[in-house]
């Protein structure tokens, strides 16, 4: 009998599926070529725009072209990239410095790109980490990761690292509220004792160094996600929170029991103000701070202690709730400034809000009670108009500067388009599948460049051949220069994405660096010529200065290396032309490879466990004699009385 | 190895000349087969066309770039250029460039350049050019070497070079390095006679 059902259902779904294929069939064909046309990128010729997407999980920042799909690096962040050498190498190292230690990971997730009167400027691409909370800054001229400093008191960074249209500040959020300070007490008592406090960073206009301004103490809701003010509304910050029920359990039941959560309404030009003028209290709060210096080829952390920290209570008229339906995802600002969109995840609308109906529901104190003891702006006052989607579960809104919004729908796993103003919907389309944030590029700035747009996808299945249980995440990037939006490519993407920021290509290609300016190089182990090459001996650590130049390290032989020993190989790259990095691998290193782009200097550290002459080669196919490019390190006992000496080509030195 | 006889300065110029007209009819040549290949503008096919083309790399110039910022060197560009070998000099190498000098290539036999010119013959042009072109880096202190270690030179084309010394100067193949440059992708030695293969 069970048999017979399960064959009749077999049998059904068959002909559901070939009923489906044969529609796909005819959707694909002549419609599919233009389609190939529109991101097809002859060989030789560039993309038109730069994508940064976050590597979610890897804790990278990955690069990509559009309309291409094609990715063209991976920026380690947050994570030890063993490709090279990030994180293990002693210049890199600390940059995983935090206040918990040696952290070797990270969960890096929302991207955004420096901006100057509110359009991307192609400076640097900041992104932060939700796990031990930090932000990073990454050069867009030398792609690497410059800078990372970690946001003390808070947990779950995840509605960060949005910029304000000046890069005045980053912010950074608290997704999982917590006894601020830190304190050991029972978690069922969390309620008006835990707090979120939201922070902003300072960002120095030249270098652009961050520096934590303040934080506000706000209360223990989990604030998820962030936007600044544009244009008319700049000088302001929006923040979403869900668990506004303060549950400590099980909070999928339980977050979601309030009709409406809130958005927090910043007004950051007031707090600054109010710091600048003494205001806010020094509390606690312990933070690593590193540093990148390009010209030492190290980086470096400070332990910093302390920070300004705002009740936000204490400040009039600086921050405000307003009411949004069913624990909103997404916040999302358009391009004039005017419209605040709140993404209600478990709700079918998205909420807009009118910032003038905001200062005037301010104006006249129109509140409705407050959430300890902050305003609570009266919904019905703020509130523009609902974009009725039909759709199930709205993340994340995008702009196109066409007067169209694009709005993700994570359970009925579409993407919509509709229209600022009027609120009506004008197109959807599926994304697949359960699509989560979506980008345009410059989408979340004053100038949005409305060409495209590509959804980043949470679930993938069988969008690609499998490659058993565990898959990387898929991207679909569709046209939206017409009326209606066509989906034009899937590309995989790290997973996961879970956001990205994307620029025209123009304002950026011409100044990526091509090399580092060897003159420059100021590495206090850095041989800038083969004359310079040496190993010293102090105690039981010995620095090789070497160099490499197409095809041979300088020294190739060492001799006098002991068992036991601390051997630090400073490797000096002195190519002086574009892409000719060379590589250094160690029998039996514990760390990575290193990989030395021309005129950079890297280190890593080689304890040798036992006797023998053992081999170093180069790594990076360099050249047509890369295979050559060896040498040879022989290692004597501890008590041995072997010479430190070295050579390259039989000319010894000691 | 024989060097042949001088020749007349018109005859050299008419070989320039000469070389030129080659050199541009095969570029047109391959821009037109690229084309064929149908890309979407005449801008990707230029810069499909190989690493000798890219422009700013560095600061340093390569082997090729120095040769054509010499006015001793106008024929060993043209013959470059006619036998199509521009990305060989440009690549990472690292390789030693035997450059002669325009007045090297005047003491070529006419006849047998005439033969050479021939577009049957273009690839007989590219091995001597490639004879000319050692992998790795030899800057003199290496050359001086080779001597002192009775080591080989290889050159790409396939064949070994005697280097010596006679007081100061260097001698490869038997003639002497006037001068040497350090390039990007290698060294330059200047020479006073084309290298000719054996047979």
Not at chain 1, 468 to 482: N, V
Not at chain 2, 1 to 22: D, R, T, V
Not at chain 2, 66 to 76: E, K, V
Request: charged share 20%.
């Amino acid at each position: 009998m069970k048999t017979i059902q399960k064959l009749l259902l077999g049998l059904g779904a068959g002909l559901l599926l070939i009923g489906c294929g044969n529609n796909s069939k005819s959707d694909s064909g002549a419609m599919a070529s233009s389609n190939a046309e529109k991101v097809y990128v002859a060989p030789g010729e560039h993309d038109e725009f730069y994508a940064f997407l976050s590597g979610g999980y890897s804790g990278n920042l990955t690069v990509y072209g559009l309309p291409s799909g094609r990715m063209f690096k991976e920026i380690p962040v947050f994570s030890q990239f063993p490709t090279n050498g990030y994180g293990y190498s002693e210049e890199s190292k600390a940059m995983l410095n935090t206040s918990f230690g040696f952290v070797p990971w990270g969960d890096s997730h929302h991207p955004d790109i420096s901006q100057t009167n509110g359009k991307l400027d192609g400076r640097w691409v900041f992104i932060n980490e939700n796990n031990t909370p930090r932000i990073a800054r990454i050069s867009l001229e030398t792609f690497e990761t410059e800078e990372i400093i970690e946001i003390p008191n808070s947990a779950g960074n995840h509605a960060s690292s949005y910029v304000t249209e000046n890069t005045e500040y980053v912010v950074a959020g608290t997704r999982f509220a917590v006894p601020n300070p830190q304190k050991d007490m029972p978690i069922d008592e969390m309620k008006g004792e835990f707090k979120g406090p939201l922070t902003f960073i300072k960002v120095d206009q030249e270098h652009g160094h961050m520096e934590i301004d303040f934080q506000i103490n706000m209360p223990g809701f989990n604030y998820d996600l962030s936007h600044p003010g544009r244009d008319k509304s700049h000088g302001w910050f929006f923040f979403t929170s869900y668990n506004t029920e303060e549950a400590h359990s099980m909070q999928e039941v339980n977050a979601s029991q309030n009709d409406k959560d809130f958005i927090a309404a910043v007004n950051w030009m007031k707090i600054k103000e109010y710091v600048e003028n003494g205001g806010g209290t020094e509390v606690a709060g312990t933070y690593a701070h590193n540093i990148y210096d390009e010209s030492t080829m190290m980086a470096t952390t400070e332990m910093k202690e302390g920070v300004t920290s705002v009740d936000p209570r204490e400040v009039p008229g600086a921050v405000y709730y307003m009411p949004v339906p069913k624990s909103p995802h997404g916040i999302d600002v358009n391009p004039t400034g005017e419209y605040i969109i709140g993404n209600g995840k478990l709700s079918t609308q998205l909420s807009v809000y009118s910032f003038a109906k905001m200062q005037e529901a301010i104006k006249n104190k129109d509140f409705d009670g407050d959430a300890y003891g902050i305003p609570i702006l009266k919904y019905e006052s703020v509130l523009e108009g609902v974009v009725d989607s039909g759709g199930l579960g709205p993340l994340h809104t995008e702009f196109d500067g066409k007067g169209f919004g694009y709005t993700s729908f994570f359970i009925s796993s579409e993407v919509v388009k509709w229209k600022v103003g009027t609120w009506e919907v004008v197109d959807r389309q599926p994304s697949f599948y359960s699509v989560g944030h979506l980008t345009i590029p410059g989408g979340n700035s004053r100038e949005p460049f409305g060409k495209y747009m590509f959804s980043m996808n949470k679930i993938t299945k069988d969008r690609y051949l499998p490659t058993g249980p565990e898959l990387e995440h898929s991207a679909q990037l569709y046209d939206i220069s017409g009326d209606k939006m066509e989906l034009l490519l899937d590309f995989p993407t790290h997973g996961e994405p879970h956001y990205a920021a994307a620029i025209p290509a123009d304002l950026i290609k011409s100044k990526s660096k091509k090399y580092y300016d060897l003159e420059d190089n100021n590495h206090k182990y850095a041989a800038k010529s083969e004359s310079a090459t040496r190993v010293e001996r102090k105690g039981n650590e010995v620095h090789v200065y070497a160099t490499t130049v197409r095809s041979h390290f300088s020294p190739d032989n060492i001799e006098g290396v002991k068992v036991g020993d601390k051997v630090y190989f400073h490797i000096t790259n002195l190519e002086q032309d574009f892409d000719v990095p060379h590589g250094f691998a160690m029998i039996g290193a514990n760390t990575s490879e290193i990989l030395i782009m021309p005129g950079q200097t890297k280190t890593i550290i080689w304890e040798p466990k036992r006797e023998g002459v053992w081999p170093f080669y180069c790594t990076d196919f360099c050249s047509a004699l890369h295979q050559e490019m060896q040498g040879y390190v022989r290692v004597s006992a501890k008590n041995s009385d072997t010479k430190l000496r070295w050579s390259l080509d039989d000319e010894w030195k000691e | 190895m024989n060097i042949p006889f001088l020749l007349k300065s018109s005859a050299s110029i008419f070989l320039m000349l000469c070389l030129l007209g080659c050199n541009s009819s095969a570029k047109s040549e391959s821009v037109d087969k690229i084309t064929d290949a149908k890309t979407n503008s005449d801008e990707v096919s230029l810069s499909n066309k190989g690493q000798a083309f890219i422009e700013g790399d560095s600061d340093a110039v390569n082997a090729l770039k120095l040769a054509i910022n010499s006015p001793d060197h106008t024929t060993l560009v043209a013959a470059v250029q006619a036998a199509g070998v521009e990305n060989a000099l440009v690549n990472v190498g690292p390789l030693t460039v035997f450059a002669p000098t325009n007045a090297a290539f005047d003491k070529l036999d006419k006849a047998t350049l005439e033969d050479l010119l021939k577009p049957e013959n273009k690839s007989k042009l590219a091995s001597i050019l490639i004879h000319h072109v050692a992998p790795s880096n030899y800057p003199i202190k290496t050359l001086e070497k080779n001597i002192e270690k009775e080591r080989k030179l290889y050159m790409a084309g396939g064949q070994y070079l005697e280097v010596t010394k006679q007081g100061q100067d260097i001698y490869v193949g038997g003639t002497k390095i006037i001068a040497s440059v350090n390039v990007s992708n290698g060294w330059v030695h200047i020479i006073e006679d084309v290298l000719l293969p054996k047979n």
